[in-house]
T-cell receptor, first 116, second 112 residues
Framework: EPEVTQTPSHQVTQMGQEVILRCVPI?????FYWYRQILGQKVEFLVSFYNNEISEKSEIFDDQFSVERPDGSNFTLKIRSTKLEDSAMYFC??????????????FGSGTRLTVV | GEDVEQSLFLSVREGDSSVINCTYT??????LYWYKQEPGAGLQLLTY?????DMKQDQRLTVLLNKKDKHLSLRIADTQTGDSAIYFC????????????FGAGTRLAVHP
């Protein structure tokens, strides 16, 4: 069964450093998403991406964050100048289409980011 | 704003039925979902229900939707130890670009 692949599975970084979280969505999917889950809290929407541009972002997704699809297969989330409160599990997801017929995404296994 | 609420813990005996409840606020949601998260793993789509349905059965899983009360439940029949996980309710937020709004998750513990 097709999978969404995320790397690395766990990243530890020092406060103030930049990190790039990588995702390989399912190959025929057109919509891409990042979500995050702070330990013990809800899974929160960060951003959706379609046709090489951001289609929606949450208020969490400020100038510290950016996304890119550099080569047609990878989908990356960059976090500049990381803060302690950025520590969370980050999930990538992809879906084939949006709209009423879309009945679910495929999520990756997540990258656990620890900022120290 | 949109919100999804779930109880945080449920403990059941192996072989019993589990019922996990969820309430949501967006009455125009198109789809409602149940995801399962095992330790260290990602979010696995378990089942979903379209908003014009009130019940869906899929093997041991039964989803009930009460649109009037905006209440969704997941019943797991004959609960097994392998069902121990966190279960997330999510709604497809109609006002957004297909984003999902998740609850905080219900941790299901199955004991012998």
């Amino acid at each position: 069964e097709p999978e969404v692949t995320q790397t690395p599975s766990h990243q530890v970084t020092q406060m103030g450093q930049e990190v790039i979280l990588r995702c390989v969505p399912i190959s025929n999917h057109l919509y891409f998403y990042w979500y995050r889950q702070i330990l013990g809290q809800k899974v929160e929407f960060l951003v959706s991406f379609y046709n090489n541009e951001i289609s929606e972002k949450s208020e969490i997704f400020d100038d510290q964050f950016s996304v890119e699809r550099p080569d047609g297969s990878n989908f990356t989330l960059k976090i500049r100048s990381t803060k302690l409160e950025d520590s969370a599990m980050y999930f990538c997801a992809s879906s084939e289409r949006r709209g009423e017929a879309n009945y679910g995404y495929t999520f990756g296994s997540g990258t656990r980011l620890t900022v120290v | 704003g949109e919100d999804v609420e779930q109880s945080l813990f449920l403990s059941v005996r192996e072989g019993d039925s589990s019922v996990i409840n969820c309430t949501y606020t967006d009455s125009s949601s198109t789809y409602l979902y149940w995801y399962k998260q095992e330790p260290g793993a990602g979010l696995q789509l378990l089942t979903y229900i379209f908003s014009n349905m009130d019940m869906k059965q899929d093997q041991r899983l039964t989803v009930l939707l009460n649109k009037k009360d905006k209440h969704l439940s997941l019943r797991i029949a004959d609960t097994q130890t392998g069902d121990s996980a966190i279960y997330f309710c999510a709604e497809n937020f109609s006002g957004g670009y297909n984003k999902l709004i998740f609850g905080a998750g219900t941790r299901l513990a199955v004991h012998p």
